[in-house]
């Protein structure tokens, strides 16, 4: 019981201190950032396959920092995951047909 408490300490101590340097700009460097992220739309289509159409480009603030901060995701987070997919359900086959 006692790591446990020492680690949660610990954790929130380094979140505190990344949180600061953001805040504080230490050291000196800009505090958010700009990643382009590449967005498809995945649509599944009533026979079970899946298209996948190209919706463009746009830029997603993210923050110099550790952890996410000020309710965005850190730069090398989302450097990382530069593809966004938005997945769309054109129907279940499963479902009753009216017609």
């Not at 408490?5 to 700009?25: K, P």
């Not at 050291?27 to 159409?53: C, M, N």
């Not at 920092?65 to 850190?74: A, E, N, W």
Request: glycine share 6%; charged share 20%; proline share 5%.
């Amino acid at each position: 019981m006692k790591r446990i408490l020492i680690v949660v300490v610990l954790a929130g101590l380094l979140y505190l201190l990344d949180f600061l340097s953001l805040h504080f700009a230490i050291p000196q460097r800009d505090a958010f950032g700009s990643i382009t992220v590449h967005t498809y739309y995945v649509v599944k289509l009533k026979d079970g396959r899946s298209e996948y159409d190209y919706a463009g480009d746009h830029a997603v603030n993210c923050s110099h920092s550790l952890f996410p901060q000020f309710g965005v995701k850190p730069c090398w987070y989302a450097a990382r995951h530069t593809e966004e997919q938005i997945k769309i359900d054109s129907g279940n086959p499963n479902n009753p047909h009216i017609f």
